[in-house]
């Protein structure tokens, strides 16, 4: 793949992934966020009926000698009915008759004895509406009848619907409302225990969908940002994993620029980057060498260049043969390199090219180009004039080759400060017996003029283009 377009595909393909997570995420956090609701509501309603069942023993207790209630009783029965949110309210019945009710006194006999537990009225007299109790007898012939409020499902009201269930043939949802009913008697009451009920919410997915945004849109928000930021920084180190990849399989291949003497006889190369694709196109450095500077794949590279050429044929014909190759700060530092160093500097005179884009940091830049030296290995500073090759970099390290930078050579033949600027340079590098190689030289002119001055290294498209190792070496011959 070319690397103008892994970018957009890393992008791309680290967006499906993150859609697709955020996705899955999303239902998963909808869904907890459904059931819990749920859970909770169905907590509520069960709560309803355990909190009446739990104060059983407390009414036999505080109700075990009532018959016809006094006016002591029936206050203490307000209290309870004002006390415990979930009745409405409770009735006596004493000798199968009801005898009191803290709604209202009802005096009339039932059809039939009380029966402790849970019952249903299908048709209220007073609401029309389905009642639920629960019966507790608190003596020999007394009983209390203690009435539910009506059903409230607040929980789950803006996210859908609930009821409840009873011998699941009977539905009641919101305020009592019955929704379905299949009872062969809706006149009589009928008995039932907690295991015969059963709650359910009917979701509607919209009113769900809204509310889930609603009430976690900060968490959604803030958890599409730090997916996107992931997206942007998983793309960005699979780029540069799959850049490395393709400079460890000599997909970046290593082009030779020649150098030529003042009769244009070859006397060296410059070994620069070429991004080859599958198709066999050339990709523009400017595409790839600013990228893996940034990204600080600069020793991979020239490592990756320097196996390349020694492993080549072109070992056979470079005895003599300068051959330099660009590298950083951390490239000298690098040991891979140095061991690469070593390999190359007997078959050829070895050229390492400082091209800084930052001051030199290291404090032992000075010892290490010194240890390089000891192995015949030579160092030049590249496009000086330019960047941050100040001219303190000439006293303060052993360089043995200045590279003047084409942005000079490009002006010499219309612009007299270029003719002073290359002038200076050459004869500054001539008192501190520096060789001069100058870079960009395209046309004749030039290469007279920069005669005049005593350079005698030239390398531009005059000469020569950047080409294949196979194709220097058909153009190469050794002196």
């Not at 930078?405 to 400060?417: A, G, L, S, V």
Request: glycine share 4%.
């Amino acid at each position: 793949m070319n690397i103008k377009y892994m970018k957009p595909c890393a992008l791309a393909a680290c967006s499906a992934l993150f859609l697709v997570f955020f996705a899955t995420s999303s239902t998963l956090l909808y869904k907890h966020f459904i059931a819990k609701k749920v859970r909770t509501e169905h907590q509520i309603q069960r709560r309803m009926f355990d909190s009446v069942v739990s104060s059983r023993e407390e009414l036999i207790v505080n109700f075990s000698k009532m018959t016809l209630p006094t006016l002591t009783e029936q206050r203490a029965l307000k209290r309870y009915v004002s006390d415990n949110k979930d009745v409405s309210s409770v009735s006596v019945i004493y000798k199968d008759n009801y005898v009191y009710s803290t709604f209202g006194n009802r005096m009339y006999s039932i059809k039939k004895a009380a029966k402790e537990g849970f019952s249903i009225k299908m048709k209220s007299l007073l609401t029309h509406k389905p009642t639920l109790s629960y019966t507790v007898q608190v003596s020999p012939e007394t009983y209390l009848k203690v009435y539910f409020k009506p059903f409230r499902f607040n929980v789950v009201d803006n996210i859908g619907y609930g009821y409840i269930t009873l011998f699941d043939v009977v539905e009641i949802g919101d305020n009592n409302k019955l929704l379905r009913n299949s009872l062969l008697s809706n006149r009589k009451e009928h008995q039932f225990t907690l295991d015969d009920a059963e709650f359910f919410v009917e979701i509607n997915p919209t009113l769900a969908v809204k509310e889930f945004v609603a009430s976690r849109y900060v968490y959604l928000l803030l958890f599409f940002i730090v997916g996107i930021t992931c997206t942007f920084l998983l793309s960005a180190y699979i780029k540069k994993c799959w850049v490395a990849r393709c400079i460890r399989n000599n997909i970046v291949q290593p082009y030779l620029q020649p150098i030529v003497d003042e009769q244009g006889n070859i006397i060296g190369s410059e070994v620069l980057a070429r991004w080859i694709t599958k198709k066999g196109e050339i990709v523009a450095p400017y595409l790839f060498i600013p990228y893996i500077e940034k990204t600080k794949l600069t020793p991979l590279l020239t490592l990756s260049l320097m196996k390349q050429v020694y492993q080549s044929p072109l070992m056979l014909l470079s005895q003599g043969l300068k051959l330099s190759f660009n590298l950083t700060e951390s490239c000298l530092f690098d040991p891979n390199i140095y061991k690469a160093s070593l390999q190359l500097a007997p078959h050829c005179k070895l050229i390492l090219e400082f091209t800084e884009s930052a001051p030199f940091s290291h404090s032992d830049v000075v010892e290490r180009m010194a240890q390089y030296h000891q192995h015949d290995v030579y160092f030049a500073l590249d496009d000086y004039g330019t960047g941050y090759s100040a001219p303190h970099y000439l006293t303060d390290y052993q360089f043995d080759y200045l590279k003047i930078d084409r942005c000079f050579i490009d002006q010499i033949e219309h612009n007299p400060k270029s003719i002073h600027v290359v002038e200076c340079l050459v004869l500054l590098a001539q008192k501190l017996q520096l060789t001069v190689i100058s870079e960009g030289v395209e046309t004749l002119k030039q290469k007279q003029m920069l005669e005049q001055w005593g350079i005698k290294q030239y390398q531009g498209f005059y000469f020569y283009k950047p080409m294949s190792v196979k194709s220097f070496m058909d153009i190469y011959r050794p002196q």
